[in-house]
């Protein structure tokens, strides 16, 4: 199974603040990856796909880079609605598998 | 609009079974693969199972093959996930996810709970 790592755990910020998070794959995957957003107590809801191609009704402070094995969710000037859990999914190999989640908070 | 709404959760024994539905509506439903991802309580996403848009390819977990099974109704627009066997660990909240692969669309999940 292909594992990805996310980094950091937990991300204290200011709002109005420019930050990136890290998505690890123990193998290389191409672009293979996606970006989601799980504000507490909702559903996940998909932020960026194939490392970087926009998704319709995201922000355009969201964006992502990256190819192989190292990827990056970008938010620009982070608002208070962004405080929330940010996970990164895998489709180049079954299992499907997603990273354990990097939680952004308030500083 | 993309609408996905999961129902048939609850509380069950350890061993038995329980059939999950998701209702999709605002898009073609028959031209989507369609998947079911788990979160336990206070842990993170789970992939479970993939169907193919037309029902003919399924894949699994190797933690629940042999015990559920993903299946799909086009003309009711309707996604199923049969649960057998269920184990203490099957307890989650279980999301039904537009697309197989990239999982841009999601209910607001349905609560299984497997205990004695």
């Known amino acids: 199974d292909i594992v990805l790592t996310q980094s950091p755990a937990t991300l204290s910020v200011t709002p109005g603040e420019s930050v990136s998070l890290s998505c690890r794959a123990s193998?290389?995957?191409?672009?293979?990856i996606h970006w989601y957003q799980q504000k507490s107590n909702e559903s996940p809801r998909l932020l960026i796909k194939?490392?970087?191609q926009s998704i319709s009704g995201i922000p355009s402070r969201f964006s992502g880079s990256g190819s192989g094995t190292d990827f990056t969710l970008s938010i620009n000037r982070v608002e208070s609605e962004d405080f929330s859990v940010y996970y990164c999914?895998?489709?180049?190999?079954?299992?499907?598998?997603f990273g354990s989640g990097t939680k952004l908070e308030i500083k | 609009e993309v609408q996905l709404v999961e129902s048939g959760g609850g509380l069950v024994q350890p061993g038995r079974s329980m059939k999950l539905s998701c209702a999709a509506s605002?898009?073609?439903?028959?031209?989507?693969?369609m998947a079911w991802v788990r979160q336990a309580p206070t842990k993170g996403l789970e992939w479970v199972a993939t169907?193919?848009?037309?029902?003919?390819?399924?894949y699994y977990r190797d933690s629940v093959k042999g015990r559920f099974t993903i299946s799909r109704d086009n003309a009711k627009s309707t996604l199923y996930l049969q649960m057998n066997s269920l184990r203490s660990e099957d307890t989650a909240t279980y999301y039904c996810?537009?697309?197989?692969?990239?999982?841009?669309?999601w209910g607001q999940g349905v609560m299984v709970t497997v205990s004695s």
């Open positions: 996810t537009r697309g197989g692969y990239t999982l841009n669309g």
């Open positions: 605002g898009f073609t439903f028959s031209n989507y693969g």
């Open positions: 169907i193919s848009y037309d029902g003919s390819s399924t």
């Open positions: 193998q290389g995957i191409s672009t293979s």
């Open positions: 194939y490392a970087s």
């Open positions: 999914q895998q489709s180049y190999s079954l299992p499907l598998t």
